[in-house]
């Protein structure tokens, strides 16, 4: 398996990045991960064109042009079928302080791996964890934390993700975002700098404007989450996810529900259709 770094094609086990990238030492850089159906990926301009937002966000330049990391990794996932891309830019080298200095030039590294697809039946089970975050979730940062300590409660409690609780507000899952249903429609918070805004949470949201399915826009009260008819969870590795239980109660009739189902359809024919 090949990386690509700084520039360069190289073997993985000959990636070397130094010890006192900001990466390494403050977590100091953003990321992005990109699902390939069928050899090709699937909406890489919209994860580029959020990996340029990150970046501004904290002030790295891009390392590389779209277009020229769009090439890379096409070229990465020559040989593969089902697969992931992954991308992160760092600050880049410097001795360690905390203030940046902005003559440095931020480290690229990206590198694809297979990926087994899910299950047609699988289901999650979630559990609600503290969303102590900080309030710019909506940049994909590497500073992950949080969602790795929630994400970490969640599976030792046997289940498969853990959902955010903030005040008493559903945010997002702690590597997903997250819908549920009630009469119908969607609800799922804001697209504002509490969540991810991600780009499977979009295409979903396309796929219901299309079918008509109606959307609300909302925090949802972790009391009207776990009375809702359905719920699932979206990201680019999890794709759509029924969620059938949150801490131990069933959510609904405890099984993946219609619209659910529904949308999990239409999302495997728009991966068909745009990866083919």
Known sequence: MNLYLNGEFLPLDQGRVSVEDRGF???????????VYRGKPFRLDKHLARLEQSVKGIEIPMPEPAAKIAEACLKLVEGLTEAQIYLQVTRGTAPRV????HEIRP???????AVTPHAPDRVYSLKTVVDDRW???????????????????AI???????LFVRDGLVTEGTSSNAFFVRDGALLTHPSDNKIL???????????ARQQGVRV?????????????????????????MPAVSIDGKPVGKGVAGPVTLKLRSAF??????ECT
């Open 216 to 240: 609300r826009f909302q925090p949802v009260p972790i009391a009207e989450a776990m009375a809702a008819q359905e719920a699932f969870v979206t990201g680019t590795l999890t794709e759509i």
């Open 268 to 273: 495997k024919e728009l991966t068909a259709k």
């Open 135 to 153: 309030g710019r979730c909506h940049l994909k940062t590497i500073c992950l934390l949080p969602n790795i300590l929630g994400k970490q409660r």
């Open 197 to 207: 805004n991600g780009v499977t949470r979009e295409a979903v949201l396309e796929i």
């Open 98 to 101: 905390h203030a940046f200095p």
């Open 156 to 162: 030792e409690a046997k289940c498969d993700e853990g």
């Open 107 to 113: 480290t690229f590294v990206a590198y694809a791996r």
């Open 25 to 35: 030492q403050f977590g100091d850089g953003v990321y992005e991960v990109v699902r």
